[in-house]
T-cell receptor, first 111, second 111 residues
């Protein structure tokens, strides 16, 4: 167990819908990263938050947004979902050290 | 930005043999190089990491080497066991920054 939690584990929804993925970082970690892993693809960085502020942005679609709350948990919002958005979404956290620990992921299926 | 190349994409070895996976990176500012092991549908799990002030690091059957001049680093697994079968990802970052991952190596250890 990495200490990073994510909910839900699985999400099945339809095209055009909106979903919210939630992540709680390890105790003491101020930074949260979101990564997307499509089938047979590597891990692609989406966005990083540090202590409530956006710190870095990767190849995140405009339909996707995120935020980090005062208690440091983070939410990733995906809207106008398309079939191609089906993927595993991982969050990771760090700060005390620069080692990123990953949560168990949310498997999103868009039908 | 940073680009990480990883080879080979698939690797099959006999149980007890060694496995070597190689990665190159492009950004000389990168100073942190972790390796993750990912089993099907599971989270990436950190197995070893190395920082740019160190040339080699070992942890039991796993070792990583780093050549800063050539901008490449390698993972060595000795005395491979069937439970080593998984996908391995290398990554690079500047520390407390987003990880840039290689595309992964699928390792199969044949009993």
């Amino acid at each position: 167990d990495s200490g990073v939690t994510q909910t839900p584990k699985h999400l099945i929804t339809a095209t055009g819908q909106r979903v919210t993925l939630r992540c709680s970082p390890r105790s003491g970690d101020l930074s949260v990263y979101w990564y997307q892993q499509s089938l047979d693809q590597g891990l692609q960085f989406l966005i990083q938050y540090y202590n409530g502020e956006e710190r870095a942005k990767g190849n995140i679609l405009e339909r996707f947004s995120a935020q980090q709350f005062p208690d440091l948990h983070s939410e990733l919002n995906l809207s106008s979902l398309e079939l191609g958005d089906s993927a595993l979404y991982f969050c990771a956290s760090d700060w005390v050290t620069d080692t990123q620990y990953f949560g168990p992921g949310t498997r999103l299926t868009v039908l | 930005g940073e680009n990480v190349e990883q080879h080979p994409s698939t690797l099959s070895v006999q149980e007890g043999d060694s496995a070597v996976i190689k990665c190159t990176y492009s950004d000389s500012a990168s100073n942190y190089f972790p390796w993750y092991k990912q089993e099907l549908g599971k989270r990436p799990q950190l197995i070893i990491d190395i920082r740019s002030n160190v040339g080699e690091k070992k942890d039991q059957r796993i070792a990583v080497t780093l050549n800063k001049t050539a901008k490449h680093f390698s993972l060595h697994i000795t005395e491979t066991q069937p439970e080593d079968s998984a996908v391995y990802f290398c990554a690079a970052s500047g520390g407390n920054t987003p990880l840039v991952f290689g595309k992964g190596t699928r390792l199969s250890v044949i009993a």
